[in-house]
């Protein structure tokens, strides 16, 4: 069933859950199944896009339009209220954004006790820890922005990529709630969101723009032409940089309870950087793609090379033990962001002659909050003319804020699902995209460094929008 799913070319239906003895039908919303929504009395009514722009009705761009300024007017941005929820990693976050941008609550409870432990996400335990705590994150974002459910407009929920187990705990109860409510329902893309949040925050950021995705599961350079529409410039080979601070930091024997990424942060700043000589991944690779699992070996030999034991925790080193961990912490995190800088340099290159007319790099992901990240890479941008936008630290890592707005940009357009039933039955089946990539690769960026598994993966977000263009 799933792989006769994926084969579907127009599967735009987002978030459709199939029976598992039905055949699915993509679905492309029509006017008079919107006139259905409001069977339960709203506090505040709500125009759903395409009763508000009723003279483009018969437009196919009234459906699925990527038109570069989302539809939209003051009342219809005020009146959109959308709650975002995400599980797809360790974190379990819900948030409630208006459409012109206000947020209006956003709650995250993460897994860091659990992280701290194991030193990693075990899918098994994240999703037990993601259902235990659902109902209450989301009731909190409903409270916190004062809110019921009956005056949302629309749930936007993860579906991918991300951890198959705790991704069907947030869409389950998107559309628990969805239906209950008689709300839609719009499908995310994880790293689409962590890309479009920065148009949150900066509101003169338009299409087309770089984005460098950086994350604990995710390196990407992207190059995002519009909504929907991605060209992947690059991609990491093994690891992420995340994972990369993150091991770093279960070997230093640091504080994981905030993840490692911080704690090496904050510890690097005691260090020096130029002590530990690391090497800069994939010099002799003149692409975009990056790789961080020879660095990772590098540390762990660094730090078995001077006996530093992780079972001792940084508060109990010795000040000698101490300042040999933070030089390797520099060290490391010197190198990681190098070879962050020279793909971004190269990545810059390739997206002016592409999209001569982009003028800002955006940073985003987990990562993104580290000030030695953000600030090298703005010296990068600067050689171009080009503008760095970072979203704040609690937007850049995982949250729901971020899946709201991607919501909201998406819904603008016309790219939702109908309320789902009240109730779904046992067997249903979930459309959730562990694996999901975000947009086509570039050919001329296409690296034989690049061996990426293959199995499972979906198709991208970019050619399923394309596709159900092509359809209208
Ligand atoms: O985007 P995110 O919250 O979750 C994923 O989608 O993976 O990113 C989490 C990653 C973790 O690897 C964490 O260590 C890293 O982001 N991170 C940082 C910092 N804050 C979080 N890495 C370096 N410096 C930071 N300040
Ligand atoms: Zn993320």
């Not at 091991?247 to 700043?269: C, F, H, I, N």
């Not at 997206?351 to 007319?357: G, N, R, V």
């Amino acid at each position: 069933m799933v792989s006769s799913l994926l084969a579907l070319p127009s599967t735009f239906s987002r978030l459709n859950l199939v029976q598992k003895s039905s055949i699915f039908i993509p679905f492309t919303f029509k006017a008079l199944s919107l006139l259905k929504f409001h069977k339960q009395p709203r506090l505040r009514p709500f125009n759903y896009p395409l009763l508000h722009f009723p003279s483009s009705l018969n437009s196919p761009e009234a459906h699925f339009s990527t038109s570069r300024r989302p539809v939209s007017s003051k009342s219809f941005d005020v009146d959109l209220v959308v709650l975002g929820i995400e599980t797809s990693c360790d974190d379990t976050a819900a948030a409630i954004v208006r459409g012109n941008g206000e947020i209006l609550s956003q709650v995250v409870s993460s897994q860091a006790d659990l992280l701290a432990r194991y030193g990693g996400v075990a899918p098994k335990m994240a999703e037990e820890a993601h259902s235990q705590v659902i109902d209450q994150v989301v009731q909190d974002a409903l409270d916190k922005a004062s809110l019921t459910e009956r005056e949302l407009s629309a749930v936007a929920v993860t579906i991918g990529p991300g951890l198959s187990l705790c991704l069907r705990v947030g869409v389950q109860k998107a559309r628990r709630v969805a239906g209950s409510f008689n709300l839609p329902i719009i499908s995310v893309h994880h790293m689409e969101a962590h890309a479009l949040v920065a148009r949150l925050i900066e509101k003169e950021l338009q299409f087309p723009f770089l984005a460098l995705l950086i994350s604990g599961g995710h390196n990407l350079l992207v190059l995002a032409h519009d909504l929907g529409h991605y060209t992947q410039l690059g991609t990491t080979i093994d690891d992420a940089i995340g994972e990369a601070f993150d091991k770093t930091a279960k070997w230093l024997g640091l504080d994981m309870r905030k993840s490692g990424g911080p704690a090496v942060e904050q510890l690097a700043q005691e260090g020096d950087a130029e002590s530990v000589r690391f090497s800069i991944p994939m010099k002799q690779h003149k692409d975009c793609n990056f790789s961080y699992a020879g660095l990772k070996t590098q540390v762990k030999l660094a730090i078995a090379s001077r006996n530093i034991d992780a079972k001792v925790p940084l508060s109990c080193a010795s000040s000698l033990d101490r300042s040999s961990r933070a030089d390797i912490a520099a060290s490391f995190q010197r190198v990681a962001v190098l070879h962050l800088e020279e793909r971004c340099e190269r990545a810059v290159e390739w997206a002016l002659k592409i999209e001569p007319s982009i003028k800002h790099l955006v940073v985003s992901g987990g990562v993104a909050s580290n000030q030695y990240v953000r600030a090298r890479l703005d010296q990068v941008v600067q050689k171009y003319s080009l503008q760095l936008v970072c979203p704040p630290p609690n937007l850049c890592t995982d949250n729901g804020v971020m899946i709201a707005w991607t919501g909201i940009e998406n819904f603008r357009v016309g790219r939702y699902d109908p309320p789902p039933p009240a109730n779904d039955p046992d067997d249903f089946m979930y459309d959730l995209r562990p694996r999901w990539p975000l947009g086509e690769e570039y050919a001329e960026g296409r690296s034989e460094a690049r061996s990426l598994r293959r199995a499972r993966v979906h198709p991208s977000l970019t050619s399923l929008v394309q596709a159900s263009l092509q359809q209208q």
